[in-house]
């Protein structure tokens, strides 16, 4: 299976912190994107990381990709109640014709 | 989840039942995706379209179809449902579906499935 990996699978900070999230996936990839799902909703796109890529930044919000380790990050910089959320990492795979692949998803509870 | 609707929301059905979800879409986008998400395995995608008529496999496909002959229109169908395809199942669509375009898809809301 080309799914990534998530960790930690469930994360639970105060509100004001930082929350980081780490994905990793198997093979190339062309990008990598970030997704939040609210509970009982569908995903919303985050933020995407080209391979060529190394750091992005929107808000409070900052993605790393490292190619050579096959791992991405994402920061939530001084998060708030509303973060609270299920984070998905998801890679363009080069080699699975332009079809994104998912990872499990880090559960992000952030307390007031 | 603006422009794009699934229907039913939620449904209960019988093992054996044959059953049908629709994804409809205002976008006019190309590609047109059905992910199912189970806990412990996040989303995996069982078919999708590159355009009317043109369909094809995902990771977990057997045991479903899917046709689209308009656009707006991708039907996704159990044709005898099993407990195992109990699940929340996504239609996403996106703009480009190749490596040409960044291939960022927009969600539905989902419609959750219970098979007894």
């Known amino acids: 299976s080309q799914q990534g990996e998530e960790d930690p699978q469930a994360l639970s900070i105060q509100e004001g912190e930082n929350a980081t999230m780490n994905c990793s996936y198997k093979t190339s990839i062309n990008n990598l994107q970030w997704y939040r799902q609210n509970s009982g909703r569908g995903l919303v796109h985050l933020i995407l990381i080209r391979s060529n890529e190394r750091e992005k930044h929107s808000g409070r919000l900052r993605v790393t990709l490292d190619t050579s380790k096959k791992s991405s990050s994402l920061l939530i910089t001084a998060s708030r109640a509303a973060d609270t959320a299920s984070y998905f990492c998801?890679?363009?795979?080069?080699?699975?014709?332009?079809?994104?692949?998912f990872g499990q998803g880090t559960e992000l509870s952030v307390k007031p | 989840d603006a422009g794009i609707t699934q229907s039913p929301r939620h449904k209960v059905t019988e093992t054996g039942t044959p059953v049908t979800l629709r994804c409809h879409q205002t976008e006019n986008h190309r590609y047109m995706y059905w992910y199912r998400q189970d806990p412990g395995h996040g989303l995996r995608l069982i078919h999708y379209s590159y355009g009317v008529k043109d369909t094809d496999k995902g990771e977990v496909s057997d045991g479903y179809s899917v046709s689209r002959s308009k656009t707006e229109d991708f039907l996704l169908t159990l044709e005898s449902a099993t407990s195992s395809q109990t699940s929340v199942y996504f239609c996403?669509?996106?703009?480009?579906?190749?490596?040409?375009?960044?291939?960022?898809?927009?969600f539905g809301a989902g419609s959750r499935l219970t098979v007894l």
């Open positions: 996403a669509i996106s703009e480009s579906g190749t490596f040409s375009g960044a291939n960022v898809l927009t």
């Open positions: 998801a890679a363009l795979h080069i080699n699975q014709g332009g079809k994104l692949i």
